[in-house]
């Protein structure tokens, strides 16, 4: 018996579906590198596009949408479910990606006018977006291996000459990763036979104690946290982030990251809630390692994009923590601080890209683009802006989801990650301000020719512009954040209803072959 | 047999990691599809460890038959680590080609 699709389930294909016709419709179109940008923007502008439908359909309605590939329910097929946490994180994801296209199409980058540059900026998205609405945790594995493999073509293919090693190292810890991830799914399939994800939260729900679920669990965090650049697993990310294109830069630094944390949400209040205690208890105490480090690592750096890169680790920590603390305004912390990270992220990584395509060799070194803003004095205001934000100073979005973050700790009196979260914001400030006053407030040096043409800051100024009314007009973010942290910790139940509600239907219907009259 | 299978995935997990870890490029690579191919044979044995007859089969239809989907899992697991393993082996001519090297500490210019 097929389960009941209405159209609306549908819809939670769309945004995996969308990105997967732009590969092949940009493929076809190689030959045309101006329509083949527009093409790739469209794709995925249309994408993000649907995934907003999607989560106002998630969220005005308060169900998952549930969608089973091929018809078949439940368990025994793949499922995509689109829930409130995967709605928010595809819509933050593509919105992102829509904006890094926008920007490699006005890009004088070399590899952005490769013929594959675009098909697999594509790819990185479906994979990102594939992977957080996919409701199966192989699924998850395959979708993440996507992603590995278009992030590093596309930072392999880079203008900087330092791009493959970087590439190669990247892969190696990455694919690394990804076998963890796949001996996780191995152990799990073993001890509960099945990888759906809601199948399985029931099943170990009800018994816990298998010898090989600890393993599971383990092995999940570690891929979880490669993906995510939490600070043991941190040392390939400043490298491969600061040698990739600022298009791709951009994404990886902002939501690609961000691919982890929707992984320690889904373990910490889907899958392993009845071991969550000790997963929360290491996330908070490596958060806060990693905020303070990412920030002295940032202020130390030598690059504009090193710093930013360094800056998300730091900025990383902070979500990290507010996973950690697994309370109702923490977990609203966690979403809204991605959400604001990502925006800003990838507006600061374009504007200092920008001013980098100015400098005679493309760079981002501080001493080879000293003064070179001010050849572009309105990348500095919206460097000011953005740099506000990523400081957390108020009116910007970085100070929304500071505060929440703050306020999340106060309120169950968790104080010593909190210092460490105040020392880490403090050295933001003072990197911010000092990229700032070298690249624009200097002097252009005598002998330095910079470029007439730069890349064009359309993306970055869209970007700071919801940075900004995301500051000053907050409450819709914050609702959807408190309305995303009610329905993780209380709307589990509801979750594994609605993915098996098909299977339940299917057993009370089945007959064996051979015994219908 | 079963402890057989398990120590011979545990041995060639070991001889993989051990080539990842020397200094040859070339070598390190094949230890990574060492590792990943020695991944898929746990995960074969993950659902087939009690079966005894291939799934499908009306052969000795008594018999406890595999369980089908790791071999599926595997499948796609093992398509995914083969474009890995041909892009690896991309990357490494691209180092023979620039740094004239099959060396690893001689592929050093990200030494910040």
Redesign the interface.
Known sequence: MMPEQTPISHLVVLPVALPLLGIALTLLVRGNRRVQGLLAFGAMFGAFATSCWLLAEVWISGEPVVFHMGGFPGPFGITLVGDLLSGVMVVMSQLVLAMGILYGTGCRDKCAQYPTFYPLFLALGLGLTGSMLTGDVFNLFVFAELVVIAGTVLTAISDDKKGTEAAYKYFYISTFAAMVLLVSCGCLYASYGTLNMADLAERIAQDPDRPLLPVAIVLFLVSMMVKSAVMPFHFWQPDFHTAAPTPVHAVLSSVVVKLGIYGFLRMTTLLFVHEAETVQTSLVVLGAIGAVFGGLGAAGTYDAKRMLAYSTLGQLGFIVIAVGWNTPLSLAAAIIFAFNHSLIKAAMLMLAGAVGSRAPVKTAEFARIVGLGRTVPVAGLLFVIGGMALAGLPPTNGFISKLAVFRSGLEIGEYAPLIFLAVASLVSLIYVSRAFQLIWLRPIPEGVEPKKQGDLLIAPLVLVSLCLLLGLWAQPLVQLGHDTATWMLEGREEYIRAVLEARDQLFETWQPPGQEP | MELLIAIGIGLMMAVGVYQ?LRRNLIR?AIG?II??NA?HL??IY??A?RGEVAPYTTVGAEAARS?A??QV?VL??IV?AM??FA??LG?IY??GV?YRTGDMDK?D??K?
Request: glycine share 10%; proline share 3%.
């Open positions: 990842v390190s990574l590792i990943s991944i746990l995960l993950a659902g460890y369980d989907l790791p899992l796609t697991a995914i474009g890995g892009m690896v990357m691209i180092f620039r592929v210019q990200l910040y």
